[in-house]
């Protein structure tokens, strides 16, 4: 992993995991508290970051192009690199949520986060476009 925040916790590359999504065109809306965070709510650092993407076909085709940029992996505790997973849009969308890390940190990926059924479009409709560290990300207005 890049950049350790001490002995095995990886560290957290957000404006990497982000340009990734970005390069892709990957439509999505970052959620939890690294979304609290970005719009200077005052909690402490978080070790991952959460999105919602847009859950269309050609949105997921083109998060899985930028998984596969990252070298993300599905997080758990017994294997600390992470488990390789071969994946496509149909795949991603046939989970709820995916836990992944990858070089640049520990991220996840939620449809439906708790409290939006709506999902993407239900947070979208209410996010702010926010410039955090020379990089862009979207976040909802309003968080639980």
Known sequence: MSGQDGPGEPGL??????AALNRRQVRYVIIGAFAAI?????MPATRDID????ASQDNLA?????????????RTEA???GLPFSHDATSLAAAEVW??????GEFDISFR?????GGYAQLAANAIACAWERWRLSSPTSLT
């Open 13 to 18: 590359n957000p404006a990497a995991i982000v």
């Open 62 to 74: 083109r998060l899985s192009l930028a998984l596969t940029d990252l070298g993300a992996r599905i």
């Open 51 to 54: 999105f919602t993407p847009d």
């Open 113 to 117: 986060p708790s409290g939006f059924a």
């Open 38 to 42: 970005a719009q200077r709510a005052p």
């Open 99 to 104: 836990n992944l890390v990858c070089a640049d």
């Open 79 to 81: 294997v600390p690199d």
